[in-house]
């Protein structure tokens, strides 16, 4: 068989939408298939999702990306060896083994309606908000699964009874599709992997276990939570009444995992992944670096039961893209999200605006939860051009936030320079096709930013990791990183050094205006 008859199916389920993708053996995408899910908004600040519309979702999109590729000449039922799966982290569900129907909608990674559970657990704990650092890397905040949890265990009538029986299960995303995928009800697997468990607040990062302690503490019952596995391995094969049956499913990792092995990002090498929110990722290789800058430590991979265990520092935005689908959805000032680019390049700079997008609060490396949305140096000048360009420019000041926190912790030693001794971001996402936005991410970094040819890094290193684990991929294959820049595209900065520093000492200021507005009067 050749190269060209061997494929690796690669499931991208975001926060948004869902992705089927289908690779040949040389990482070209033969067929794919996208659909959008419904955003449930109950209340302010609570985001849901329906985790039976997702798994319906996946359904369509496996069997149209499947005709897709079928119908340009590529026998993929002859030739699909595995499937990779990659999902949005810490989104969480609970579901019943009996029936296979979810308790209560599936809590999204960006609710914030656990900031009560959040105070009352920082005045109780002795270490406060970061009691738990040391075991999990993270801090006490409305963003990760444990918390969502105990709100479900809090508030969902008869989840702690169904618990009790051992009916009631937990999964992020990926674990309650891939009990779906394995069987459902008739069996299915209640797995999850390390990088999705390193998000919950409930591993351990050098067991790499569920943490007892944390378990004991939070009153969460062990048994609700699913077997930790690695990033590539064969879990299982997908079962009948799909449209693809009895593939091994062979790779799983959260999205920005995904991300960090499509970019091949190794120790010292960092990437940034611009979606609804912005996530950067520096690779620390075999150690756990603690942050003392508001950055996150966490997993980045284990690419094989036996393999090492790769650690990250990771910055976490809460709001990127989002901004965009605001100025278009709630303030109609653009039609479609490609249209801000545009619309921005009208003006050469936001004319003194400053937006500051904390709709629910700011995250890495600020972690405040009482910041609301500003937008702050606005006169009678004013125009839509300089909003469009102020909201692009707000997700680049934020990943410099990170990046700046990161050098910090990292060290010079913590970072890979190029052959011109320059520290290189990669980056990825569909936002990244936005080149005024790429090189106004240039510009204030001070340093260059690096688009891939293919800048849908997230489904390729699922991909990438499902391959691995049934020897269509060799690992060194994978982190040839010359191979990837070669066809790369490179913003270099323009901007004056005077002019960068006056910028970020302006978006600071906006920063600190955006703090304490959570209890406005409606």
């Not at 050469?348 to 400053?354: A, E, K, L, N, R």
């Not at 890495?364 to 004013?382: E, N």
Request: with cysteine; net charge neutral.
């Amino acid at each position: 068989m050749s190269g060209a008859d061997v494929f690796i199916g690669s499931l991208d389920q975001g926060t948004t939408s869902t992705r089927f993708i289908i690779y040949d053996r040389f990482a070209s995408a033969v067929g794919s298939h996208q659909v959008e899910f419904t955003q449930f908004y109950p209340q302010a600040g609570w985001v849901e999702h329906d985790p039976m519309e997702i798994v319906e979702s996946v359904r369509i999109c496996m069997a149209r990306a499947l005709d897709k590729a079928t119908a340009e000449g590529h026998n993929v039922d002859n030739g699909l060896k595995a499937i990779g799966l990659t999902n949005q982290r810490e989104t969480t569900v609970v579901w019943s083994k009996s029936t296979g129907l979810p308790l209560y909608n599936a809590i999204v990674w960006m609710d914030v309606r656990t900031s009560s559970i959040c105070r009352k657990l920082e005045k109780e704990l002795s270490g406060g908000r970061t009691h738990f650092v040391e075991s999990c890397g993270l801090p006490i905040s409305t963003y990760f699964s444990a918390l969502k949890l105990l709100w479900l265990l809090d508030n969902v009538e008869g989840l702690n009874e169904a618990v009790k029986k051992g009916d009631a299960i937990f999964g992020t995303i990926d674990t309650w599709l891939i009990w779906n995928l394995t069987g459902g009800v008739k069996n299915g697997l209640h797995v999850t992997d390390l990088s999705n468990a390193s998000r919950t607040m409930l591993m351990n990062l050098k067991t790499l276990d569920w943490d007892k302690s944390t378990l004991d503490t939070l009153g969460i019952p062990a048994k609700m939570l699913p077997k930790i596995i690695s990033n590539s391995e064969i879990i299982g094969n997908i079962a009948k009444g799909w449209p693809i049956t009895g593939i091994p499913i062979s790779g799983c990792l959260g999205d920005q995992h995904a991300a960090m092995v499509g970019q091949a990002c190794r120790k010292g090498e960092a990437k940034s992944t611009y979606g609804t929110g912005a996530f950067i990722l520096l690779n620390t290789g075999e150690e756990v670096i603690k942050s003392d800058h508001g950055l996150l430590s966490t997993v980045a991979f284990k690419l094989g039961p036996k393999a090492p265990v790769n650690y990250a520092l990771e910055g976490s935005i809460a709001i990127a893209g989002a901004a965009v689908q605001w100025l278009r959805d709630s303030l109609g000032i653009i039609s479609s999200a490609s249209e801000i680019e545009e619309l921005a390049s009208k003006v050469t700079s936001t004319g003194g605006v400053y937006f500051v997008p904390a709709f629910n609060g700011l995250f890495a490396p600020w972690w405040r939860d009482d910041a609301r949305g500003v937008c702050i140096g606005i006169t009678r000048f004013t125009n839509k051009s300089h909003i469009a360009r102020a909201v692009l420019e707000s997700m680049c000041f934020q990943v410099k936030d990170v990046l700046d926190s990161m050098h910090k912790d990292a060290g010079k030693k913590g970072e890979a320079k190029s052959e011109g001794k320059e520290f290189l971001l990669r980056v990825d996402g569909g936002a990244t096709v936005n080149n005024l936005l790429m090189q106004i991410q240039a510009d204030l970094l001070g340093s260059p930013v690096v688009r891939p040819a293919d800048i849908e890094t997230t489904a390729l290193g699922a991909a990438y990791a499902a391959g691995l684990a049934v020897g269509v991929y060799k690992e060194n294959e994978i982190f040839a990183s010359g191979e990837n820049m070669k066809q790369a595209s490179i913003f270099k900065p323009v901007l004056e050094e005077e002019l960068r520093k006056k910028k970020v000492d302006s978006w600071c200021r906006a920063v600190s205006r955006s703090f304490d507005l959570a209890d406005l009067s409606l």
